[in-house]
């Protein structure tokens, strides 16, 4: 019997190989062959920086980020709340997105740990922070204001690849106004293959950037900070800080390592596949957000809401359905999967009638678009 505070019946369901997790690609499970690099790796302690696994991915990631150097955390939420305390100190300020996951789903972090204050601007369509809007928000040299220090992007946001060209944009701009910039990585690989590049040639446009292991790539666990010699000195003593200090590492840095080296061309494939649902789904009357890389935002009717829960569920999908309602495919949802889903929302929809309309916004500034 479920005690109180205990995680739904669905949640335990979601742990068996037969539920379609259509929530995040956070929900990817380590394939055999990952598993067997995990077991197969030399460890040692990366606080005295001997795990020789952890040093081979962050050279690694080095070496693809065009960047001097880079060091392993446990969690994208604290690479990114490491790299903000690297970048500004108390009382100092960084601009970014209003729906950016580093200001509005990481618990406020920088502000709580680093008394560092978020300035949040509306992003365009396409994801990108309007340069010109930025320019008005960055703060004079006067003792009323905080010192406007950083500029931090997302790339993608809510599965939209940023322009080349804008990055180039705002890496000249962040020059000009002598501000830092940061790029939030966690599906940075899902715009190098969106855009048919490489890490290094969309990093080139950035001071830092943060990579997170443990999405579509499929490790259990892990992110990466990129960035400077020196930058990557101040960010390892906030690691062991804010407790990101781990010892053998290994295990975890031969997941990421095989992710890298194996899992980075068949994001392709998920991106396809959201492509390909997104179009089933056009066909039998949902209205689909345009799709870039691996996710879809949907529209479902208010009056539809819950019935379409409980249905996916009831039929092992789960979904955070909502009015707008994402969907991520990734390598535990392939094409098989997909097709089920499509069928199961077909047969919903031949039992319910059309509601009303939500209000109309943007599809992608939903609520259940947290990672």
Known sequence: MLQAGSPPAWHFAAQEHNVIDLRSDTVTRPSAAMLQAMMAAETGDDVYRDDPTVNALEAEAARLSGKAAALFLPTGTQANLVALLSHCQRGEEYIVGQQAHNYKYEAGGAAVLGSIQPQPILAAADGSLPLDVVADFIKPD????????????????????????????????????????????????NAVVAQQTTLENLARYCDTLTICLSKGLGAPVGSLLCGDTDYIERARRWRKMTGGGMRQAGVLAAAGLYALHHNVARLQTDHENAAWLGEALQKIGIEVAEQQTNMLFVRVPADQVDALGQWMRSNDVLMSVGPVTRIVTHL???????EKVLSHWRAFLAQHRPGASVTPSSLAASPYASR
Not at 154 to 178: D, M, S
Not at 332 to 338: G, H, I, N, T
């Open 142 to 189: 006067d003792i009323h204001f905080a010192p406007t220090r950083l500029l931090s992007l997302e790339n993608t946001h809510h599965g939209k690849v940023l322009p080349a060209g804008y990055l180039e944009q705002a890496w000249h701009f962040t020059r000009k106004h002598k501000l830092a910039l940061h790029i939030d990585g966690a599906r940075i690989f």
């Open 332 to 338: 535990d949802a392939e094409r098989p999967a997909l």
